[in-house]
Structure formats: C-alpha cells, structure tokens
C-alpha cells in the first residue's frame, strides 16, 4: 500500500543546508512528529553534541524522545532544513530499511530550493537519498561515504554516514564527518571539537 509523506518540508527562509533522507520510519517507530523521530536514531544527539557539547541537549531522558520544540528553534536560528527524497513509497516490509523502500513519488527538490534562495549544500545520511539526489541531478558519480561533490550552480552535495546506529560507524567518527560539513557550510565556529 502507498504512503504518502507524513511531514511537511521544514523550510527556514534562511537556511543553507538541506538535509534530505529517503522518507520516515513507520509511525509505530516515531517518538515526535518531525524528521529522524526514532528515538534510536543518533541524528539528533550528533547535533547535540557538535553544537553544545552534550550528546542530550536535544534528548528528554525521562520521557524517551527529542525535545521537538527547542529542535525547531535551534533549526531556524541555524538555518538548517529538512525534507525527503520520495514523496510516497511502498514499503516493502514492514521496516525503516531503505533496502524495502520502492519510491512511487520524487522529490521535487529543485522547488524546495527555491524556496531557500540562500541554501548552499544538500546533505544525504544513506545511500539511498544520495542515489535519488545523483539522480534527479543527472549525476552519474555517486559520492563515497564521507565526501562531497558540486551538483552546479555553487550547490554542493555532502554524503554523511548514516545517523542509524545500523550503520558500522563510531559515534565520534559520524559527529566529525557532520562537524566537518557544518563548518564548511555554515563557518560554524562555535562546533565543538573533540
């Protein structure tokens, strides 16, 4: 059965990096409404760390979910967005696996970034969503984990590792790649390092 989207796009006016995944897990998995909301996911704990020092600045402990509101307000100071690859998807199994994704609907992402007019750089966190974004861009290099390629027009595309403790990857190694590219995108001096 096709799913359609279930967020809207989060669009800052001022924000220079889009983060684009391949599309939600299933809602059972959800601990907020709003993008990377499973709580095993380390996406928000990444930003919390590169950006306050503190792996669970986002992170309510008692409660078992992010901190949605201070998310959102943090993301608008910071001019970061979010959105998916595909519109609507069969899920093929009953998973947040992108292996059992099949994409019914694309991303129009070029009308996403026209909504941004400062946006600078798309980051993807899976294989999938950089495939799709090579893709719609007619690109035929797809990026090794952990590099960046130019899409055209000063827009620059950086493959993160996946923020899914599936992935094979130390915590500390996937906050320096993600530290690395908010530094070049958004001069972020005030990035922790470690």
Same mark, same amino acid.
């Given at each position: 059965?096709?799913?359609?989207?279930?967020?809207?796009?989060?669009?800052?006016?001022?924000?220079?990096?889009?983060?684009?995944?391949?599309?939600?897990?299933?809602?059972?998995?959800?601990?907020?409404?709003?993008?990377?909301?499973?709580?095993?996911?380390?996406?928000?704990?990444?930003?919390?760390?590169?950006?306050?020092?503190?792996?669970?600045?986002?992170?309510?402990?008692?409660?078992?979910?992010?901190?949605?509101?201070?998310?959102?307000?943090?993301?608008?100071?910071?001019?970061?967005?979010?959105?998916?690859?595909?519109?609507?998807?069969?899920?093929?199994?009953?998973?947040?696996?992108?292996?059992?994704?099949?994409?019914?609907?694309?991303?129009?992402?070029?009308?996403?970034?026209?909504?941004?007019?400062?946006?600078?750089?798309?980051?993807? /966190?899976?294989?999938?969503? /950089?495939?799709?974004?090579?893709?719609?861009?007619?690109?035929?290099?797809?990026?090794?984990?952990?590099?960046?390629? /130019?899409?055209?027009?000063?827009?620059?595309?950086?493959?993160?590792?996946?923020?899914?403790?599936?992935?094979?990857?130390?915590?500390?190694?996937?906050?320096?790649?993600?530290?690395?590219?908010?530094?070049?995108?958004?001069?972020?001096?005030?990035?922790?390092?470690?």
């Amino acid at each position: 059965m096709t799913e359609r989207h279930p967020l809207q796009p989060f669009l800052p006016a001022n924000a220079k990096v889009l983060f684009l995944g391949s599309f939600p897990p299933p809602k059972k998995r959800w601990c907020m409404e709003f993008y990377y909301p499973n709580f095993l996911n380390d996406h928000w704990r990444l930003e919390g760390e590169i950006w306050f020092h503190d792996k669970n600045h986002f992170v309510d402990l008692e409660r078992k979910c992010f901190k949605k509101d201070e998310i959102i307000a943090f993301l608008n100071e910071k001019g970061i967005a979010f959105f998916d690859t595909a519109m609507a998807v069969n899920r093929l199994k009953d998973n947040a696996s992108d292996a059992f994704l099949e994409i019914v609907e694309r991303t129009d992402i070029r009308a996403l970034l026209a909504k941004m007019p400062q946006c600078k750089a798309i980051a993807t /966190t899976g294989e999938k969503a /950089t495939v799709e974004v090579c893709e719609y861009f007619n690109i035929s290099e797809i990026p090794a984990p952990n590099s960046k390629i /130019t899409l055209g027009n000063d827009l620059v595309l950086y493959r993160l590792p996946s923020s899914s403790r599936a992935y094979p990857l130390a915590f500390e190694k996937k906050a320096e790649a993600y530290r690395k590219m908010f530094e070049e995108v958004l001069s972020c001096q005030q990035c922790h390092k470690q």
